[in-house]
């Protein structure tokens, strides 16, 4: 059996370990880069932009990762398969249904919070977690896209945004493919704004079967570093920008 690697415990303000310092695949817990530190807005942000990121239980210290490699969405590379592109078709020519740009962040955070996922017994966005990110939110770098339906909040997901880099963190929904269609209308922003890619932290087949893919983290931190550097696009959105993701409605609808 591999020995357990050394972990490097922070104290606030305490920069980061080289990415290189990561447990590698291996380990008992691969990606994780170092333990302790602080959650204020100055820290969030240097993580985020050396491609670091916090996650943890209740309970437990503050942990911070930095997977290789890192699930990246290229947004270019984003599908629509058949039946979401038809939901999602759907919703943009529906005139109950509207994508909102933080006008509910707490709430969408909170819903986050309260989604259980398989093999999860809790949540790893606790209390400190939501005080934080409310936080960055209020900084300007935590953003929330929300699926609205009917005047009712009913899906969304919340992101990190240094520069033009773009950090998924979380998501839920209360009807049928009310996230997807959240993350297409990110998707759809992104494209109209120049930004390439979206982080997705994890590897899953679910945004693997939507254009996701593995990057080495070493390409991804050069990427980010030249992101966070570039102006911040505006955080709004517009219907227009659905032609990013779908083809135009027709004039007769």
Not at 112 to 117: E, G, V
Not at 138 to 161: D, M
Not at 193 to 214: E, K, S, V, Y
Request: charged share 15%; hydrophobic share 45%.
């Amino acid at each position: 059996m591999n020995p357990r690697p050394a972990l490097t415990l922070l104290q606030a303000g305490d920069a980061f370990p080289p990415l290189a310092y990561a447990w590698p695949a291996h380990s008992p817990a691969p990606g994780l880069l170092a333990a302790g530190g602080a959650l204020d807005v100055q820290t969030l942000v240097a993580a985020y932009s050396a491609t670091v990121f916090p996650w943890f239980s209740e309970g437990e210290p503050i942990l911070w990762w930095s997977p290789d490699p890192r699930m990246v969405l290229p947004v270019a590379q984003f599908r629509l398969h058949r039946s979401l592109r038809k939901r999602v078709a759907s919703f943009r020519d529906t005139s109950t249904c509207e994508i909102r740009i933080d006008t509910a962040f707490e709430r969408v955070m909170a819903a986050c919070a309260q989604t259980r996922r398989a093999g999860q017994s809790g949540t790893w966005i606790g209390p400190e977690m939501q005080l934080a990110y409310q936080a960055l939110h209020q900084a300007g770098h935590a953003h929330s896209v929300e699926t609205w339906i009917g005047g009712r909040l009913v899906a969304g997901l919340y992101c990190v945004s240094i520069g033009r880099a773009v950090f998924g963190e979380s998501m839920f929904t209360q009807v049928s493919d009310g996230s997807k269609i959240a993350l297409a209308a990110l998707v759809a922003w992104c494209r109209r704004h120049g930004l390439p890619l979206i982080d997705c932290q994890q590897n899953t087949a679910h945004l693997a079967f939507m254009g996701a893919r593995p990057m080495a983290r070493e390409a991804f931190a050069t990427q980010v570093a030249q992101l966070a550097q570039q102006p911040a696009a505006p955080w709004r959105f517009d219907p227009v920008y659905w032609d990013e993701v779908l083809p135009a409605p027709r004039a007769d609808r």
